[in-house]
Antibody, heavy 119, light 109 residues
Framework: QVQLVQSGAEVKKPGASVKVSCKASGYTFTSYYMHWVRQAPGQGLEWMGIINPSGGSTSYAQKFQGRVTMTRDTSTSTVYMELSSLRSEDTAVYYC????????????WGQGTLVTVSS | EIVMTQSPATLSVSPGERATLSCRASQSVSSNLAWYQQKPGQAPRLLIYGASTRATGIPARFSGSGSGTEFTLTISSLQSEDFAVYYCQQYNNWPPERTFGQGTKVEIK
């Protein structure tokens, strides 16, 4: 069965960077795009971007352009999301989410990773 | 950017009653519309995609309708496990952007 297992909670200081991992299993890693979505405490869902695990191409939401980098390691079936220049407003749960199938929305989600930005 | 607007923000419903949630897009998204359910402390769960197709394992009491800019999620007879927050999402194929609505909380009346 499809499983997405994310790395553990992080606490970072303003201005620092954080790198969250998402290890996939139960399917062919390079066959499905992966998205990153975040959710601030008590708030709604916010799409951050997408990565094609096959070739590594990415597309980011305009809001995060220049601050986010999504990468993948096909040898370990893991995708990464790195967010730099952290500020308090970046405190959120970060989710990786796999498309259901090509052209369809995200049907499989990781458990989420809480990133807290605090001085 | 396509803006998704959900209404109402909160819906108070008694168990067994029908719930109707609305979602409006700022421009046409064709049928590229999904609905998600989220419970506290959990990741979102895909309910509906293609505006009206139920995802695998989703009970028949959940139904979606609409196209273009106006969409509806209907829960025909609310069960205790259905009290949650519901989000609509538009999904473009290319560029592969997504936008979520702000959510509708379905609470027990």
């Amino acid at each position: 069965q499809v499983q997405l297992v994310q790395s553990g909670a992080e606490v970072k200081k303003p201005g620092a960077s954080v790198k969250v991992s998402c290890k996939a299993s139960g399917y062919t890693f390079t066959s499905y795009y992966m998205h990153w979505v975040r959710q601030a405490p008590g708030q709604g869902l916010e799409w951050m971007g997408i990565i094609n695990p096959s070739g590594g191409s990415t597309s980011y939401a305009q809001k995060f352009q220049g601050r986010v980098t999504m990468t993948r390691d096909t040898s370990t079936s893991t995708v990464y999301m790195e967010l730099s220049s952290l500020r308090s407003e970046d405190t959120a749960v970060y989710y990786c989410a796999r498309e259901l199938t090509g052209t369809l929305p995200e049907g499989y989600w990781g458990q989420g990773t809480l990133v807290t930005v605090s001085s | 950017e396509i803006v998704m607007t959900q209404s109402p923000a909160t819906l108070s419903v008694s168990p067994g009653e029908r719930a109707t949630l609305s979602c409006r897009a700022s421009q046409s998204v064709s049928s590229n519309l999904a609905w998600y359910q989220q419970k506290p402390g959990q990741a979102p769960r895909l309910l509906i995609y293609g505006a009206s197709t139920r995802a695998t394992g989703i009970p028949a009491r959940f139904s979606g309708s609409g196209s273009g800019t106006e969409f509806t999620l209907t829960i025909s007879s609310l069960q205790s496990e259905d009290f949650a927050v519901y989000y609509c999402q538009q999904y473009n194929n290319w560029p592969p952007e997504r936008t979520f609505g702000q959510g509708t909380k379905v609470e027990i009346k």
